[in-house]
């Protein structure tokens, strides 16, 4: 006799995953009281089996999907996806992450992901050489053949999406606000190259982002850091402050297991950082072959 299963009992891979419905569900359960990045990871370490859907009725996910995709239609975005954990195509080195994100937002070029990348980020405030030092590292990554992965932000990453397209190199950018936002304003038409031509990635709930107060939204950017960290073999910072959010990553990035890299530059600056890191196994670079010569 057999036993019939119902699709809660069966592993992930094996059922019908609709997109819509885990979308829906996902931002469904961003707008619950308290949830943040530690207590949605906390929810599904509890059920290793269980997706977005399984926490929220189908009636309100759904509703919470079509605002999103209304959101982005008013933004005028007509082609995206979304990577969900335990239903395919999503990179498993993101579950090392601390808080492992759920579901993921895109536009581009998915396949990307699969390629060897590096990350180069620092200061929004970069002075004019650490801008040209994180250029320069990025032409040498091309040069190598790895994409470039960075967040976007004014200051040294812009630079190194920047100089990465000028070198004719592959890019990611992982953004700390959802798809239908602009972030920085000036790097609208940078955002939207990289989105057509690249890989643009999300893990921003829109629903959230757009109901509650901007000052509470800057939380996103630096868990953005996280996954950046996550996506990545290694980090290299350029030029960072005591209190830059570019230091999330770098912890990320040794909680993770990456290697992290911090340029010279860092240690001559009276900083208290660099050294901190390095001593928890980040390697000082002096010159550029102390990072190839790692990555191997």
């Known amino acids: 006799m057999s036993l019939a299963l119902k699709p809660r009992d069966l592993e992930p891979a094996l059922q019908a995953v609709s997109p819509y419905r885990e979308l829906g569900a996902y931002e469904a359960l961003w707008l619950e009281k308290g949830a943040s990045f530690k207590s949605l990871a906390d929810k599904f370490r509890a059920d290793t089996l269980a997706l977005p859907s399984d926490f929220v009725d189908p009636a309100t996910a759904d509703a919470a999907a079509s605002k999103v995709l209304k959101k982005f239609a008013e933004a005028g975005i007509s082609r995206f996806g979304v990577r969900v954990n335990k239903a395919g195509d999503y990179p498993e080195r993101l579950r090392e992450a601390r808080h492992p994100i759920e579901l993921l937002y895109y536009r581009g070029a998915w396949e990307l992901t699969e390629t060897r990348s590096v990350a180069i980020v620092g200061s929004r405030k970069a002075s004019p050489e650490g801008q040209r030092r994180a250029a320069r590292l990025a032409r040498h990554l091309v040069e190598q053949g790895i994409t470039v992965v960075s967040g976007l932000a004014e200051g040294i990453d812009t630079a190194a999406h920047m100089a990465t397209l000028e070198a004719g190199g592959k890019t990611i950018t992982v953004v700390g606000t959802p798809l239908h936002h602009i972030y920085p304003k000036q790097n609208r038409a940078l955002q939207e190259r990289i989105a057509n031509d690249f890989l643009l990635i999300s893990q921003v709930p829109a629903l959230r982002y757009d109901s509650q107060d901007y000052r509470r939204n800057r939380t996103f950017f630096p868990e953005r850091n996280v996954t950046m960290s996550a996506l990545t073999e290694a980090t290299i ?60």
Not at 237 to 248: C, D
């Open 237 to 296: 910072i350029v030029e960072a402050g005591e209190t830059s959010g570019t230091l999330t990553q770098a912890r990320a990035a040794l909680h993770q297991g990456r290697k992290l890299f911090i340029l010279n530059a860092c240690f001559d600056k009276g900083l208290r950082w660099p050294e901190r890191f390095a001593q928890q196994g980040a390697i000082r670079v002096r010159e550029p072959e102390d990072i190839w010569s790692a990555l191997g």
